[in-house]
């Protein structure tokens, strides 16, 4: 069973930057994807970016595209979320989600993932 501990959450003021980070347990991730979700209060779970390990293959949600920024680190074998000019609406628990074998057309589907950390808090506010 993989295990992901998802780092970095906090409060900003809009405008402002966060990295979080989310470091899987597994020792090979040949195969995997890592995507982060997140959820506002009375709100679904929705996709916000993922990666591909093998290859490294992005993908983004139209309302973070050009603010956050995907990527992997190797050798810490996490995947990082780099998230700039954030704006109230972006306020959400944050998820880091994994699975083996997902397909192109799945990533953005919560139910395809198989393993899920416990979630960052994400307060932009100022």
């Known amino acids: 069973q993989v295990q992901l501990v998802e780092s970095g959450g906090g409060l900003v003021q809009p405008g402002g930057s966060l990295r979080l980070s989310c470091a899987a347990s597994?020792?090979?991730?040949?195969?995997?994807?890592l995507a982060w979700f997140r959820q506002a209060p009375g709100k679904e779970r929705e996709f916000v970016s993922a990666?591909?390990?093998?290859?490294?293959?992005?993908y983004y949600a139209d309302s973070v595209k050009g603010r956050f920024a995907i990527s992997k680190d190797n050798a810490q074998k996490a995947v990082n979320l780099q998230m700039n000019s954030l704006r109230p609406e972006d306020t959400a628990v944050y998820y880091c989600?994994?699975?083996?074998?997902?397909?192109?057309?799945?990533?953005?589907?919560?139910?395809?993932?198989?393993?899920w950390g416990q979630g960052t808090q994400v307060t932009v506010s100022s």
């Open positions: 597994e020792r090979s991730l040949s195969g995997y994807t």
């Open positions: 990666i591909r390990w093998s290859g490294g293959t992005t």
């Open positions: 989600a994994g699975s083996y074998g997902v397909i192109v057309s799945s990533t953005y589907n919560p139910n395809m993932y198989r393993h």
